[in-house]
C-alpha cells in the first residue's frame, strides 16, 4: 500500500495537490503544519510533499525531525527558489525540490519519479542478502540500514543511494554527472552540482570523524567523488 502524506497550512493546495496524485498512490494524509507531519509520519509512508514556510514547525524544521528516524522521500514545494533556498532545503533532508507555482505536470512527474525509485528499491532490496562492507561501515541494502563502528546511521534516501553508489564501486571516482544521473534519474544542469555537494557534505557530517579530512568519501579535485576500501 502506498501512502501519500501533504503537508501544507493551505486547504487550496493540499486540496489541489490531492486531486493532481491521487491517481498514483494507494491513501493521502494531511498535516497542515511541521509539528503535525512529525506526529503523523509512520513506516507506511512512502512519499512526503512538504511546505516550507508554515506556522508552529516549518518545513526545514520538520524534515530535520523527521530524519532522526525515517529515510522516506521528501519533496519541498516553496515559493522560496533562491539557491541558498534549495541548499537549506537539501541540508535538511530534503531529495528534492520544487518551487510555486509549480506546474502540475511537473508535480506529478516529480512525484513519480520518487515514487518508482521507492518501491523499484523497496522491492529488489526485499530479494537482496548482501551487504557492503568498507573497514567499519557497513551497508544493508535490504533494509536501507548503515552500521558505523557498530553504531547505526540515520541517512536520507538520497544520501544512501549516493553512499551505495559509490561503496560498490570502490576506487571508481565519479563525476558529479555521473552521480546524479545514477540517483537522481534526471537531466544534470550547471546547478545540479551544488546538489550533490550539499549531499556530500551532509554524509561527511555524519560519517566522517573529522569532515575537513574524509576517510570514506575523499574528493578528487576537478574530477569527481570516490570511496577506497
Do not use: C
Not at 496524485?21 to 503523523?40: H, K, P, S
Not at 528499491?121 to 563502528?149: D, F, W
Not at 544542469?189 to 569532515?211: A, G, N, V
Amino acid at each position: 500500500m502506498t501512502k501519500l502524506l501533504i503537508v501544507d497550512d493551505e486547504v487550496d493546495i493540499r486540496e489541489l495537490e490531492k486531486m493532481l496524485l491521487a491517481t498514483y498512490v494507494d491513501e493521502i494524509i494531511e498535516a497542515e503544519n511541521g509539528q503535525e507531519a512529525v506526529e503523523m509520519i509512520d513506516q507506511e509512508v512512502a512519499l512526503v510533499i512538504m511546505d516550507y514556510m508554515m506556522p508552529k514547525m516549518n518545513g526545514v524544521d520538520a524534515v530535520k525531525e523527521i530524519r532522526k528516524a525515517y529515510s522516506v522521500p521528501i519533496l519541498f514545494i516553496s515559493a522560496k527558489g533562491q539557491e541558498y533556498d534549495k541548499i537549506v532545503g537539501y541540508s535538511a533532508g530534503a531529495d528534492d525540490y520544487l518551487v510555486k507555482p509549480f506546474s502540475p505536470q511537473e508535480l506529478q512527474l516529480k512525484v513519480q519519479a520518487m515514487l518508482r525509485r521507492y518501491l523499484n528499491y523497496s522491492n529488489s532490496y526485499v530479494q537482496a542478502t548482501h551487504s557492503i562492507q568498507i573497514r567499519g561501515l557497513v551497508l544493508h541494502p535490504e533494509t536501507r540500514k548503515v552500521v558505523l563502528e557498530d553504531q547505526e546511521i540515520i541517512l536520507t534516501g538520497k544520501e544512501f543511494d549516493i553512499l551505495q553508489l559509490l561503496a560498490e564501486s570502490p576506487g571508481h571516482v565519479f563525476s558529479a554527472e555521473a552521480i546524479y544521473d545514477a540517483v537522481w534519474q534526471e537531466p544534470y544542469f550547471y546547478s545540479s552540482s551544488s546538489t550533490i555537494m550539499t549531499h556530500i557534505k551532509k554524509l561527511r557530517q555524519k560519517l566522517e570523524t573529522d569532515p575537513k579530512k574524509p576517510q570514506y568519501i575523499l574528493t578528487v579535485w576537478g574530477v569527481g567523488y570516490k570511496i577506497e576500501q
